[in-house]
């Protein structure tokens, strides 16, 4: 694709999902589009994961420590004083952590709170870069699922950092529908240029085989290093819209079940794949959504009523029968566009 038509492409999707964006608050109802905007935030996780696990072809099981950074960063750092000295009850909170403040006011502050909180996992990663990629296969998997867990031992029995258990309420909701949305699609823009660039060859290079990248020339340690780096960035941006869609966190939204959810919907789109990981959260979380009367023996669906817990049977059902008829996910590592070209040749 030229650079002509690839930025002409963007910009049509760009102005389709704008207006959807700003129309769809008065076609749909407030569930609607609070389901619209959880899609939004698991799509920037989910690319975001994406890109370490299966664009540069590293198992690691950290997204929930990120995730939890960037909200409990984000939340801190909007959290005035005052509501802090109501807030932590387990344990008086350090002054750096009462004293620092950003206005929520101030409709630039929320932003920058994000870009720190981005940032704070960023440089985490960058520590955790060193350590983690000296092993790879199984044992980077054991060893980033430890880091997930350190996180959130670590928020538990830090309360003066944390609140510990109790977790933090009253978060700032500065985080609309339609900036969720324009957040969501910067991330995705951006996360595709990094992966079709010499970069992102890079990482593909490390994921086909390392040892012969790195006989080629190629920086594995450099290509891996800048993949986990993003991916914890845009994690950490995620979990800050997470805290103020929701209001309040806890350590225990951020156990590994969070993790094992973006690994099935990566998985589920195509490991590799950016609009894979796209309609993963898509027909993931919309899918969860449209089984909800499973769990409610007061409805119907489909004529049957609803017992608890039917619903994760059924959807478990759905997954298996399309993993094994698509072992490779949906689209594979290719993009939506490069199958339908396929498809047509």
Not at 55 to 67: C, I, R
Not at 198 to 227: I, P, S
């Amino acid at each position: 694709m030229s650079a002509k038509k690839y930025f002409s492409l963007i910009g049509i999707v760009t102005a389709i999902f704008i207006a959807f964006l700003y129309f769809s608050p008065k076609i749909f109802g407030s569930y609607t589009i609070t389901v619209l905007s959880n899609i939004y935030i698991f799509i920037i996780l989910a690319i975001s994961y994406n890109l370490i696990n299966g664009v540069t072809g590293q198992f690691s099981l950290e997204p929930n420590g990120f995730v939890a950074i960037g909200a409990y960063v984000t939340a801190i750092l909007l959290l005035s004083p005052e509501i802090k000295d109501e807030l932590y009850m387990l344990s008086e909170p350090l002054p750096l952590i009462r004293d620092i403040f950003l206005d929520p006011s101030n409709p630039i502050n929320p932003f920058l709170a994000l870009l720190i909180s981005g940032a704070v996992a960023a440089l985490v990663a960058l520590t955790l870069a060193f350590p983690v990629f000296r092993v790879r296969g199984d044992y980077l998997a054991i060893v980033t699922l430890g880091f997930g867990f350190i996180i959130r031992i670590f928020l538990i029995n830090n309360p003066e950092i944390s609140n510990g258990s109790m977790g933090l309420d009253s978060i700032p909701g500065f985080a609309s529908y339609f900036w969720i949305g324009v957040v969501c699609l910067v991330t995705v823009i951006l996360v595709y240029n990094l992966v079709y660039s010499r970069y992102g060859r890079a990482m593909k290079a490390v994921r086909d085989d390392e040892d012969a990248a790195l006989a080629m020339g190629v920086n594995t340690f450099k290509a891996k290093t800048l993949a986990f780096m993003t991916s914890a960035f845009f994690e950490g941006v995620g979990g800050g819209l997470l805290a103020s869609s929701i209001g309040s966190i806890s350590p225990d939204q951020f156990t590994f079940m969070l993790t094992f959810q973006l690994l099935i919907i990566i998985v589920l789109g195509g490991l590799g794949s950016m609009s894979g990981a796209i309609l993963g959260t898509i027909l993931f979380l919309g899918g969860m959504e449209l089984l909800r009367p499973l769990d409610d023996p007061n409805s119907t669906f489909l004529g049957f009523h609803g017992i608890p817990g039917l619903r994760m049977v059924v959807f478990s059902i759905l997954l298996l029968l399309i993993m094994l008829f698509a072992r490779r996910g949906l689209l594979g590592d290719k993009e939506i566009w490069d199958y339908i070209k396929i498809k047509r040749s």
